[in-house]
């Protein structure tokens, strides 16, 4: 243990303020910005200031959207963030839970070499397969849908190698003592594995629902409808759309309630997910 | 309730590790049989054939009329209390007692009225709302036996149950297990190396070493008996002596040992079977030097050497006697007290 020292402690709070401060200013001149009439940013200096216009501001994007610049209401968009980024989610935690079940519970052949696959795919994240999955959703007939924006995402090595690492501490006495009492694999993987891992999924689910909302590249390449946009590839659109000036008050007030989702998941699973990390159970 | 009968198992792992080697056995209704034996023998490979854990290689093993060889675990009608108790964590006392009944589909009022019984009997009843890890080690081995208890199993198997008990605890609860085997009259295969538990606990005891039966008896049996000198050494604490009998021919006056088999060239003794005392008619007489006195509270230990004898002998003497180290010490065994082996065979001569 460091000795308590007053100074220290005070230099220490020092930088923490200051470090604090630092990530914290750009979301507050953002939300400084949203309350702002579309003349403010004009003349070229931010005001640190809240403005007149916060309720008209988040009302206008919400609802009417910029129908001129081609965006259509951010509240549709959301949605879409949601539904992708939750599709991915629960796609990918499923999926993974599955995979690293059989993975550790099941004795079948090249099931080291199964491993090993899902293990390389952790090196070709969508950026680098962009090309070929793009040509496989078109073929598929799956632009501009749901499907085509979640699926290609959702298979997940990480998750994966996560939950066999997991799976592997759980002691197999368990497994046999559930044999014994009469469940088989998959009442034993609902039951007990589940269960077990519950402080891992949430924290995962926290990580992919983040990893899903703020997927850009991937939706900007596969919607062509503003039907389907996403929340993130939106706010690019009202950046760069249109002929005249971006409205930047507009684009500040959408960025904030873009920033709000992934927030609300994070307080919601916060217990959860900060035991997932500190935390084994035992 | 239900007899179990092992006809010439055999356990070969992949990699042609050879666990488990003809082993024929048959358990009664209702019988405690302890198996017993150094690490890597063969008997928690043994158990777990039994429990369906482990795959059978070879032979038939029936429990009451059904060959169960290819039968899951839980098609076996028999439970398992295991070394680390294994209780579900996340579960309450209750429902890791419910767990097994509910996936048999047992009604709730009957789930709830042997959960409590099983609780009663065991006195956790206290603790059914709380989780695992809120229990003390005795309180955890206790869930674990009710766990087993509530199915009425044809059989109990019990691998080294009290291995993660401290020594107090474990007597206790080698009391407590013993009784209620008693009391339900349930055929139990109960796995340990502890040869304490073994000879206090068996009805029959089996001894294995290296995947093979050295000897199946009743405690007493086997200790007055032992078939061969690994058992003689296994069973027992301290160890029996093993004197070549060349030595004692040539100490010993010729009648004492005209009793002994020719084939035995080992003899073995017990420590507690040499006396500090004035041999009788035909007892036989050892002298040895004192090298070290272990005073054990109600017993003693002592450790001698004999001229031309390459190893110590140990007596067990049911007192501290007053001698100091480096005296020479008389000590007399009655010629009964003798166990004849064959050196080669390693197998008891009669």
Redesign the interface.
């Known amino acids: 243990m460091v000795e308590n020292n007053r100074w220290g402690n005070l230099l220490a709070h020092i930088i923490l303020i200051f470090g604090v401060a630092i990530v914290i200013f750009p979301v507050y001149v953002a939300i400084i910005a949203s309350t702002h009439p579309s003349g403010t940013f004009l003349r070229g200096v931010m005001p640190l200031l809240p403005g007149p216009n916060a309720l008209e501001n988040y009302k206008t994007v919400i609802l009417e959207g910029r129908s001129r610049a081609g965006t259509p209401p951010i509240s549709g968009m959301l949605w879409n963030s949601f539904v992708m980024a939750m599709a991915i989610t629960i796609g990918k935690l499923s999926i993974s839970l599955l995979s690293a079940f059989a993975i550790v519970y099941f004795r079948f052949p090249f099931r080291i070499f199964f491993f090993w696959v899902i293990f390389l795919t952790l090196m070709l994240p969508i950026e680098v397969r962009i090309l070929p999955t793009f040509q496989v959703v078109a073929d598929l007939g799956m632009l501009n849908s749901f499907a085509g924006l979640s699926i290609p995402l959702i298979a997940s090595a990480t998750a994966t190698f996560l939950f066999r690492q997991f799976f592997m501490t759980v ?1 197999e ?2 497994m ?8 088989g694999p998959m ?1 034993f993987f609902k ?2 594995l589940m ?2 891992s519950i402080t891992n999924i949430a924290a995962l689910f926290v990580i992919m629902f983040i990893y899903g909302w703020n997927q850009y590249l991937w939706p900007l390449l596969i919607t062509t409808d503003p039907e389907y946009y996403t929340i993130v590839m939106g706010i690019q659109r009202m950046v760069t759309g249109g002929d005249s000036e971006p409205l930047w008050h507009l684009v500040m007030a959408t960025v904030v309630l873009a920033a709000l989702p992934p927030i609300l998941v994070i307080l919601f699973m916060q217990r959860l997910f900060v035991k997932g990390l500190t935390e084994t ?2 | 309730m239900a007899s179990i009968t092992m006809d010439n198992l055999h356990k070969v792992y992949t990699g042609g590790v050879r666990a488990v080697t003809g082993i024929n056995l048959d358990i009664a209704d209702g019988e405690m049989i302890v198996l017993v034996g150094p690490s890597g023998c063969g008997k928690s490979t043994l158990l777990r054939m039994v ?3 482990e795959t059978i290689s070879e032979g038939t093993l029936h429990i009451g009329e059904r060959v169960v060889n290819n039968l ?3 098609d076996r009608d ?3 209390v ?3 108790y ?5 579960m309450t006392v209750f429902n890791n007692l419910a ?2 009944l509910k ?2 589909g047992f009604s709730k009022a009957e789930i709830d009225r042997r959960v409590r019984d099983a609780a009663e009997m065991l006195e956790i009843g206290a603790f059914l709302d709380r989780k695992p ?1 809120q229990l003390s080690g005795g309180q955890r081995q206790r869930v674990a036996m009710g ?1 087993a208890l509530v199915r009425e199993p044809a059989a109990f198997l019990f691998d080294e149950p009290l291995s993660n008990l401290d020594a107090k605890l474990r007597v206790q609860m080698r009391v407590e297990i013993r009784q209620l085997q008693k009391r339900l009259a349930t055929t139990s295969l109960y796995v340990t190396h502890d040869q304490l538990e073994a000879l206090t606990m068996a009805d029959r005891l089996v001894v294995l070493n290296g995947g093979q039966i050295e000897q199946v008896g009743t405690p007493m049996d086997v200790y007055s008996r032992p078939a061969t000198t690994f058992v003689a050494g296994f069973i027992g604490s301290p160890a029996m002596n093993m004197l070549p009998a060349d030595y004692l021919r040539s100490t010993q006056a010729s009648d004492n040992l005209a009793h002994l088999p020719q084939a035995a060239d080992l003899i073995g003794i017990r420590p507690e079977d040499l006396a500090l005392e004035t041999p009788g008619d035909g007892d036989l007489s050892l002298t040895g030097k004192l090298l070290l006195l272990e005073p054990a509270g109600a017993e003693s230990h002592l450790h001698l050497k004999f001229d031309g004898l390459h190893e110590n002998m140990i007596i067990r003497l049911p007192h501290v006697p007053s001698v100091i180290e480096g005296q020479a010490l008389s000590f007399t065994v009655r010629r009964d007290n003798l166990h004849p082996f064959d050196g080669a065979t390693g197998k008891r001569v009669s």
Do not use: C, S, T
């Open positions: 002691p006495e368990l046999e003592a559930a044999r014994v009492d009469g469940a009442k039951d007990i269960p077990l159970e035992k | 429990a369906g854990l899951e675990p839980a028999i439970a398992m295991f070394q680390n294994a209780l579900y964590p996340h767990y097994g996936n048999r890890r766990r």
